[in-house]
C-alpha cells in the first residue's frame, strides 16, 4: 500500500490543464486499490478559494467553476480521505515553521503530512506538490516527494509505485 498527501497545488491540475496534469491523473486513475489518498481541509480551502479568484478576474466563466467545484466536492468523496485542521496540527505546524521556515499554510500541509506518516507505519508516505519550498522541507523531513511538474514525473511516480512505498 502507498500513502500519498496531496496538496492543493496538485489536486487543481486534474481540473485544469497544465503543467502536471497528466501526472495527476496517472496518480489518482491508476492506483491500485490499496493505495490511499490524503488531503487537508485546508487544500478544500485553497482550492476552492483559488476557482473563485480565477472567475473573480475573469479567467474562468463561473457556470465553469462551478462544474469543476462539483467534481472535485465528487473526488474528494470518492477517492480522498480529509484530514481535519486540529489543535495538534497547528501546534505541529508551528514547530514545521520553526525548523523549516514555511510559509504558514505550506506548514499546516506538512504537518499534516507528518501526522498522517506517522500513523500509516506500515507505509511510506508520498508528498504530492509542485510547491518547491514545501517539497524540499517535505523531503528534509524523511518525507518520499512527488512533483508532478518535474520533467521526469510520470518515471518517478512509475518507481515509487514498485519501491518500498508500499
Excluded: C
Amino acid at each position: 500500500m502507498a500513502v500519498y498527501y496531496v496538496d492543493a497545488s496538485a489536486i487543481v491540475k486534474r481540473y485544469r490543464s497544465e503543467q502536471g496534469t497528466e501526472v495527476v491523473d496517472a496518480l489518482l486513475n491508476e492506483a491500485p486499490p490499496e493505495d490511499r489518498f490524503y488531503t487537508s481541509f485546508l487544500s478544500v480551502l485553497e482550492v476552492t478559494s483559488g476557482f473563485h479568484r480565477l472567475a473573480a478576474a475573469g479567467q474562468l466563466e463561473e457556470a465553469l467553476i462551478q462544474e469543476l467545484l462539483a467534481r472535485f466536492r465528487r473526488d474528494l468523496n470518492a477517492q480522498f480521505r480529509l484530514w481535519p485542521l486540529t489543535n495538534d496540527i497547528v501546534a505541529e505546524a508551528m514547530g514545521v515553521v520553526e525548523e523549516h521556515r514555511l510559509r504558514s499554510a505550506d506548514a499546516l500541509h506538512l504537518a499534516t503530512a507528518l501526522s498522517i506518516s506517522a500513523l500509516a507505519a506500515d507505509a511510506s508516505l508520498v508528498m504530492v506538490s509542485s510547491d518547491r519550498e514545501l517539497l524540499r522541507s517535505a523531503q528534509a523531513a524523511g518525507l518520499a516527494i512527488l512533483d508532478p511538474q518535474a520533467a521526469n514525473a510520470l518515471s518517478h511516480l512509475d518507481q515509487l509505485r514498485r519501491s518500498g512505498t508500499r
